[in-house]
């Protein structure tokens, strides 16, 4: 069974900055596309992020230039780094994987951004 396991959420002040990991159970070679996703109080849970296996992204256009994915092949981890925070940021940051029919989600972490 695939595990994803998110850290780095908190509190951050407007205009501050966080980075969060996902760490996979297995190689991240093996999904064909990873993402991440968030989910506001009272809101549907919407698309962040994703990136496939060949590297393309894709970014939510209320995140493009101020949140930036990355991923370390080496350890099996993927990152978002988020600048420039807003507190309509505020939501649960779920890491998403998937490969063939399969779809596996992170327990999420938590991002905060108030003054």
């Known amino acids: 069974q695939v595990q994803l396991v998110e850290s780095g959420g908190g509190l951050v002040q407007p205009g501050g900055s966080l980075r969060l990991s996902c760490a996979a159970s297995?190689?991240?070679?093996?999904?064909?596309?990873m993402a991440w996703y968030r989910q506001a109080p009272g809101k549907q849970r919407e698309l962040v992020v994703v990136i496939t296996s060949g590297g393309t992204t894709n970014y939510a256009d209320s995140v493009k230039g101020r949140f930036t994915i990355s991923r370390d092949n080496a350890k099996n981890t993927i990152y978002l780094q988020m600048n420039s925070l807003k507190p309509e940021d505020t939501a649960v940051y779920y890491c998403?994987?998937?490969?063939?029919?399969?779809?596996?989600w992170g327990q999420g972490t938590q991002v905060t951004v108030s003054s």
């Open positions: 297995e190689s991240i070679f093996s999904f064909y596309r």
């Open positions: 998403n994987a998937q490969k063939t029919v399969f779809n596996y």
